[in-house]
Structure formats: C-alpha cells, structure tokens
C-alpha cells in the first residue's frame, strides 16, 4: 500500500489513519523513518526523535530512524545500514521538510533505487506525507525556493514513483492550505491560484496535478487497484484549470483515477455507503480549530460568570495545545493556540480580581436601602435631594427606572 498524506502526519488528527494502516502491518515487520527532508534542518534529531514518540504513544507502532540518510557531504558512515533498513522496512515513513532538498540526495543513489524497487514490485507499506509526498511525482513542487525565496514559479524534478501505478502527475500536498487567510492566497502548498495556473501549462497535456488536502490520506493499492480518500479534506485532480474533487469517503477504482489524470474523463466514482461515516473519514478537530471553540467556551462562561466553565475552557485548550506538540510540522494553528491560551489565563486573572458574583446580587441590599431614601425625599417632595441621589447611583453604574410598581434598577458599569 501506498499512503500519502498532505500534512498532518504526527497531529493528532491523524491517529486513526495511522493505526489503519499499521494494523495492515505483520508482526514483528519492521517500521522505519527517513528523515532526509528535514536533514537540513539543525534540529533534525529531535525532529526524528519526536516523530518516534508520537508513533509510539499514539499510534503503538514502535519506529527506528534509518541512520546516515541526512544528505550532506561527505555521505555519513552510517548510510549503508540506513539503506538496509530502508530496504527491509515493512512500513517506511517520510514527511515535512524541503522536497528538492530530498531530491538532491535521494536521486542520484540508492535511496532512489530503493523507493522505486519498493513500488515497483509492491513491497510493504509506504506512507509519504508533505514534502517526501511531494517528491512521488514526476515533478515537484520547489516550495521553499518559491514560497521563501521568490524564485520564478517552475516545476522541479520529482522521483516519479508514481509512474508505477502508471500515473504521469506532479502531487501537490498542502492543497488546501489557509495559513495566509485573507492577506494573500497559500493553497497548493504556498503557491496559491495565480502560480499554480502558470505552472500546470508548463506540464505536458495529458498531465494532471494530484493534490492532496491538509490532514487527508489517499490510500492506494495497487494489487487491488483501488484508491480510497480518508481525513478532513479531499483528492483534487487537476487538468489545465479544471478540478475533480474526490471528498473524504470517496472510493474509486485505479483505473478512474487514471482517467481523471491524463483524459479528465469523468469516471464513475464509487460513492460512500449510506450510513454514518467510516472511522477513518472522522478526523479530530485542528488545534486552530480547538483554540477557536475553547474561546467561545470562555466567553459563554464568563456571560454565565461559571467559574467552573471558564477553567474548563482553559484546561480543554492546554491540553490540546500539549497534544499537538509532537507535530513535527508545527504550522501556524498551534503558534495561535498558544496565544489563544495565554489570553484566555490573562482574561481569567482579570474576572478573578473583579470577582465573578453578580454585581446586582453584592449591591442589592444597599441599593434598595437608597431607593427608599429617594422615594422619602420624594414624598417630602425635595426632587432635588432624590435627582443628586439617583445622579449619584447613575455614576456608580447602576441605573435607576421608575415605574406604577415603583423604582427599579440594574447595574450597567460605572461613567
């Protein structure tokens, strides 16, 4: 099996596509990481070691990390027996980091090699995600030489692993990304409309771009000649501006996807089987999604003055927060989070010094007390006594309505 995932990979929306897919795994087959993508990166050991963790504890699938496939020159001593495990690896895993950086050091040796002997003769499971999923293609996405550096928008070599399910595409994770939100447009894996539109016209004509949702997983059999879509968001194949969506659920056979890819003929794809949702398509919520509700929470709580609610609000974020912590590709969600977090304990420390009993429920006693000393200055018929009276209250924040039943009142907040 081949699974592909657009992001996501270690969030916890992703647990249960893990444990799906692992199950598919024979005991005591062993499961191994690539960390080339990131290898560039400083901190590449503790990525890796995070990824191992979140496998683990999440998902129970005990993980090694293949050593000596970094990149970097000189090779590191260690490589052949990181290409051994890569090679014998039963479940083989790769995810965030810079895809071109992938290609520079996958291509031209054995870990190449190794990958398209894999697919090829249907060996194990694969599960690439983000960036190693954006090499699978025949071109790739050079994201960080564009997004980051302004580099006029091109394709940039792929592996091509997918040209043995016969699939002639350029995959695009991170399809549906919203991270600059209204500012400016970071679908298609930061390109957005306009360099995407450029690029898919440089691709040949029966061409397509594949691309894959954030928190989504297509799997794909090849022995059984089915593709199924799982997670949040969806399949796009994508043909000289025209789209095919394929939602969450969708199944579909190898063939039809195929036919949507280099002919844009509309196949008849299998629709979900009534009912509730399979497991799989019901991903958890995003922690920007979990922020966005707790703050909600909050607010509703502290309209009720529950005290009880507005700690639970705080606890429910910051244990979300905690969770996705062992996303290696921590995006902006969890950053706001954070912030969201940190907001909500500084709102909570300022209703904590203003007190969360009701302002009518303290003041009453002394209130009613004052009305009856305005309706005496009134009987005695000193108006002005009772207007500086209920003056007085007015600035205090609480305000005054005469009526047939008499006064009543209600706090409105100091002037």
Request: glycine share 10%; with cysteine.
């Amino acid at each position: 099996m081949l699974t592909i995932m657009g992001s996501g990979e270690t969030s916890p929306t992703m647990v249960t596509v893990h444990r799906q897919v692992a199950a598919l795994l024979p005991a005591g087959s062993p499961a191994v990481l690539i960390e080339t993508p990131y290898g560039f990166q400083e901190n590449v050991a503790s990525i890796s070691a995070k990824a191992e963790r979140y496998f683990a504890g999440s998902v129970g699938l005990t993980v090694r990390t293949a050593p000596g496939l970094r990149g970097g020159d000189p090779p590191s001593e260690d490589a052949d027996r990181g290409l051994a495990m890569v090679r014998s690896a039963g479940w083989l895993f790769s995810g965030p980091g810079s895809p071109t950086y992938a290609m520079r050091w996958w291509r031209p040796g054995a870990v190449a090699q190794a990958l398209h002997d894999r697919l090829r003769q249907h060996r194990g499971i694969t599960v690439f995600a983000s960036a190693a999923a954006a090499t699978l293609g025949r071109w790739t996405v050079p994201v960080y030489e564009i997004y980051k550096a302004g580099e006029p928008a091109r394709w940039a070599e792929g592996l091509d692993l997918l040209r043995h399910l016969d699939l002639r595409v350029a995959l695009v994770p991170h399809y549906d990304n919203t991270e600059g939100g209204t500012g400016f447009d970071t679908r298609y894996c930061y390109l957005g409309e306009r360099r995407l539109r450029a690029m898919e016209w440089q691709l040949p004509e029966d061409a397509a771009v594949l691309g894959v949702d954030e928190h989504t997983a297509v799997h794909i059999d090849p022995s059984a000649g089915t593709v199924r879509v799982a997670g949040r968001g969806g399949l796009t194949v994508r043909r000289r501006g025209h789209s095919t969506v394929l939602p969450t659920g969708t199944s579909l056979g190898l063939g039809e996807l195929r036919a949507l890819a280099h002919h844009g003929t509309a196949a008849v794809v299998i629709p979900r089987q009534p009912g509730p949702p399979a497991a799989e398509t019901i991903a958890e919520p995003t922690v920007a999604e979990v922020a966005a509700a707790c703050e909600r929470r909050f607010d509703a709580a502290l309209a009720r003055r529950n005290a009880d609610g507005l700690a639970r609000a705080i606890l429910d974020l910051e244990e979300s927060v905690h969770a996705w912590s062992t996303d290696t590709e921590e995006d902006d969600g969890a950053e706001q989070a954070r912030a969201v977090l940190r907001t909500l304990i500084l709102r909570l420390a300022q209703a904590t010094a203003e007190g969360l009993r009701d302002p009518a429920e303290r003041l009453g006693p002394l209130v009613e007390r004052l009305i009856d000393v305005r309706a005496g200055l009134r009987e005695r018929q000193d108006f002005a006594g009772a207007d500086a009276l209920r003056a007085a209250l007015t600035a205090a924040g609480v305000e005054l309505r005469d009526g047939t039943e008499g006064a009543t009142w209600l706090v409105t907040g100091p002037r």
